[in-house]
């Protein structure tokens, strides 16, 4: 994308809104109110609002590399919280997606520098589900179905915060597990039943 370009694109973009509603931006000036977070990878080929076919307003989002949800990370934890106690959202969507360059630079052994303490995350997962990995000989299934299990660890990190916990307990909020394809634009819900998974675990991480 040429740089110079993007201050014409957004003055035909603020064209194209006004020409729908004149009131468009006066509405969005005055306050959101998204019913759902999403927490994707920060690919510039996984935009959340067009993937969703949302407006703005009505995805609250949050990226980083291989969508992580990393307890000690500020960053993802003040979204969480913000999004739950201030926001009221009803529903989390996790969005992992085939062709994640962060998933793929975990199963490598290479040092990454700085990278290095976020792909150990990813690579915690690896570890978590080593026998069922190590079984899928085929090197693309095998980084597909890591790619999908990351997302899962993910989801079950949000559903361990209290934030979380309180408002399923209040109002049913619900956690889900996503994936975009690359290869054919699709969403996936991956239908994780959380609480299988949890089911033997979760008085270890329950919190009142």
Known sequence: MDIGNILKNNQAW???KLNVDSDYFKKMSQGQNPKVLYIGCSDSRVTAEEIMGAEPGEI????????MVVSIDLNVMSVINYAVDYLNVDHIIVCGHYGCGGVQAAMQSKDMGILNPWLRNIRDVYRLHKNELDKISDDQKKYERLVELNVQEQAINIIKTAAVQ???????????????DMYT???????????????KIMEIYHLD
């Open 14 to 16: 603020v064209k194209n």
């Open 185 to 199: 634009g699709l969403l996936k819900d991956l239908n994780i039943d959380f609480e299988k998974i949890l089911e």
């Open 166 to 180: 309180k408002a399923y307990r209040k109002k049913g909020l619900r956690v889900y597990g996503w994936i975009f």
């Open 60 to 67: 609250f989002v949050h990226r980083n590399i291989a969508n």
